[in-house]
């Protein structure tokens, strides 16, 4: 099976700070990545899925990129209800696996 | 608007079994496949099972495969996983979530979750 990885595994920046954050799969997926945000005690929501593709309602500082085995989810400007851990996930086959997470909060 | 809701969680003895079950409204529950995902206490997503629509195709994580089984009643609009059994590492919050508009094999929208702990 392809594995996710994701780095860095947690991250302290300012408000106003560009964010970015990796991951990467063992094999070529294609674009088939989402990006999903879950804030502390709540469930995850979808951010960016076909790789680059904004979900409806997510804010434009969200951005996502890559193809093939390297991605990035990029804050342009991270703000305090950005404090979060995201995930990537694969689904250009079974099993969908999701990468390990990576913590996000405000130095 | 999407709603999923799920029950059957507890506190259940290692080995034994339980059944949790998805009830879905807000879209047409029998267009769209569903999944199961759990999260550990502080642990990160992981995926569990997805069934196609129509309930025909079915794929299990290797970590419950031969364990744990997903199946669907569309008449019902709800989705079960069975779990037989259990581990101390089956200990999560389980999540149903419905395959996204986009691509089957990903979610857009989830449920709050129901907490298994098997223990003794």
């Known amino acids: 099976d392809i594995q996710m990885t994701q780095s860095p595994s947690s991250l302290s920046a300012s408000v106003g700070d560009r964010v970015t954050i990796t991951c990467r799969a063992s094999?070529?997926?294609?674009?088939?990545l989402a990006w999903y945000q879950q804030k502390p005690g709540k469930v995850p929501q979808v951010l960016i899925y076909d790789a680059s593709t904004l979900q409806s309602g997510v804010p434009s500082r969200f951005s996502g990129s890559g193809s093939g085995t390297d991605f990035t989810l990029t804050i342009s400007s991270l703000q305090p209800e950005d404090v979060a851990t995201y995930y990537c996930?694969?689904?250009?086959?079974?099993?969908?696996?999701f990468g390990p997470g990576t913590k996000v909060d405000i130095k | 608007q999407v709603q999923l809701v799920e029950s059957g969680g507890g506190v259940v003895q290692p080995g034994r079994s339980l059944r949790l079950s998805c009830a879905a409204s807000g879209f047409t529950f029998s267009s769209y496949g569903m999944h199961w995902v759990r999260q550990a206490p502080g642990k990160g997503l992981e995926w569990v099972a997805l069934?196609?629509?129509?309930?025909?195709?079915?794929f299990h994580a290797d970590s419950v495969k031969g364990r744990f089984t997903i199946s669907r009643e569309n008449s019902k609009n709800t989705l079960y996983l069975q779990m037989n059994s259990l581990r101390a590492e089956d200990t999560a919050v389980y999540y149903c979530?419905?395959?996204?508009?986009?691509?089957?094999?990903?979610?857009?929208?989830w449920g709050q979750g129901t907490l298994v702990t098997v223990s003794s």
């Open positions: 979530a419905k395959s996204a508009r986009y691509a089957y094999l990903t979610s857009d929208y």
């Open positions: 094999q070529g997926i294609g674009n088939y």
């Open positions: 996930q694969k689904y250009d086959s079974a099993p969908s696996t």
């Open positions: 069934i196609s629509y129509d309930g025909r195709n079915a």
